[in-house]
C-alpha cells in the first residue's frame, strides 16, 4: 500500500504537528483536527518548525502534500484513509473519539492511536469494527525519530497491519512489530533506565549532570549504533550472564514512582514546562534547550543514516 492521499491527525497536542508534516511531506494531503483556534495557531508554528528540520534533513519532497488546519472533526475526516489519533491519555477521551470517528469514515479506512501505553484492546471495546483499529505509536519528535511500533489489539486484522507496515515504510520510517503489552517495547525499556537514574539521583550515587553524562556517552553512543541485543553478543552471553548473576539482584524494583519526581511535581517543578525540575532553567534558556535538542537529534540522524545497518 502507497501513501493515503488523504489523511487525518486528530489532536494537535506534542505529536500531532510533526506527524502531520512528515505526512505531508510524502505527498499526503492531511487534516490536522483540534477543539479550539488557539491549539491549532500553536500547531501551525509547530508544523512550520517541523518542515524546516525536515528540510535540513535533505528529505525529498513529493508532489500533492499539505497540512490544513481543521476545527471541524467531521470535515477533517471526510475522505481520509488512514486517521492517526493523537488526543491526550485518556482513555474515556479516547473511546468517546474513536467514536465519533467511525461514525464518518469509511469502512476500509485504518485508525491508528499514537497512545504511548493504554492497551490497544481496551480502548476497542465499544468500536463496531476493532479489525481496522491499531496502535501507532510514534516517538517524540515524530518528524526526527523514524522509528514507529505497531501494535495489534485482540481484534486487530493481519491485513491493517500489513497495510500500516508498507505505508510506514513508503515514508522512510521502520516500522517494529510488537505483541500487545503495557507501555509497548519503547516506553518499557526507557523507564527501566529512567527508573534506575531515579533511584541512583534519590540514594546520591551521582548527580543528574554526571547521570546525563554516563547514560548519554557510556549507555546511548554505543546503543545508537548495535542496538542491546548486538551488544550483548559482542561483548559475549557469558560476561552478561557473568555480570548479570550479581548486579540484577541490586537493580532498582520500586513499583511506586519516585519520591522524589512526586515531590517535585507535587511542587509544581515540573521541567522545562515550568521552567524548573530536575534542572533550574533561567528566562529563555527552555527555548535555548530545545532548539539545541532539535539540532542535536537532526545531526544525529545524518551521521545513522549513513551508517551501514548492523
Not at 187 to 216: H, S
Not at 276 to 283: A, K, P, T, W
Request: proline share 5%; with cysteine; aromatic share 4%.
Amino acid at each position: 500500500m502507497s501513501m493515503p492521499k488523504i489523511s487525518a491527525v486528530i489532536g494537535s497536542g506534542s505529536m500531532g504537528p510533526g506527524i502531520a508534516a512528515l505526512l505531508a511531506r510524502y505527498g499526503s494531503q492531511v487534516r490536522l483536527n483540534d477543539i479550539s483556534e488557539e491549539a491549532l495557531a500553536r500547531a501551525e508554528q509547530v508544523c512550520a518548525g517541523a518542515t524546516k528540520a525536515l528540510d535540513q534533513l535533505d528529505v525529498p519532497v513529493t508532489p500533492g502534500g499539505s497540512v490544513t488546519f481543521e476545527l471541524d472533526q467531521t470535515k477533517a475526516l471526510e475522505g481520509a484513509t488512514l486517521i492517526i489519533e493523537a488526543i491526550p491519555e485518556r482513555i474515556d477521551l479516547k473511546k468517546q473519539v474513536l467514536k465519533q470517528i467511525e461514525a464518518v469514515v469509511a469502512p476500509d479506512a485504518i485508525i491508528a492511536t499514537n497512545t504511548s501505553g493504554i492497551p490497544i484492546s481496551d480502548m476497542a471495546v465499544e468500536m463496531e469494527h476493532p479489525e481496522r483499529f491499531i496502535g501507532m505509536h510514534w516517538s517524540n519528535p515524530p518528524h526526527l525519530i523514524p522509528m514507529i511500533e505497531l501494535i495489534k489489539g485482540e481484534k486487530t486484522s493481519d491485513a491493517v497491519q500489513d497495510d500500516l507496515i508498507e505505508i510506514v515504510r513508503a515514508f522512510g520510517y521502520e516500522a517494529v512489530v510488537e505483541k500487545e503489552i503495557a507501555g509497548f517495547v519503547e516506553n518499557r525499556v526507557l523507564y527501566a533506565v529512567l527508573r534506575e537514574c531515579m533511584a541512583m539521583l534519590e540514594e546520591g550515587i551521582a548527580t543528574q549532570q554526571d547521570l546525563d553524562t554516563c547514560v548519554k556517552w557510556g549507555v546511548g553512543y554505543k546503543l545508537a549504533v548495535i542496538g542491546p541485543m548486538r551488544l550483548v553478543d559482542m561483548a559475549g552471553l557469558d560476561i552478561y550472564e557473568a555480570v548479570g548473576s550479581y548486579l540484577n539482584a541490586q537493580l532498582s524494583n520500586d513499583a511506586e514512582v519516585s519520591p522524589l519526581v512526586t515531590r517535585l511535581t507535587q511542587a509544581n517543578k515540573l521541567g522545562m514546562k515550568t521552567g524548573d525540575g530536575l534542572y533550574s532553567y533561567d528566562n529563555g534558556e527552555v527555548a535555548e534547550k530545545r532548539a539545541d535538542i532539535i539540532q542535536g537529534l537532526i545531526e544525529v540522524r545524518k551521521t545513522l543514516s549513513s551508517i551501514k545497518p548492523i
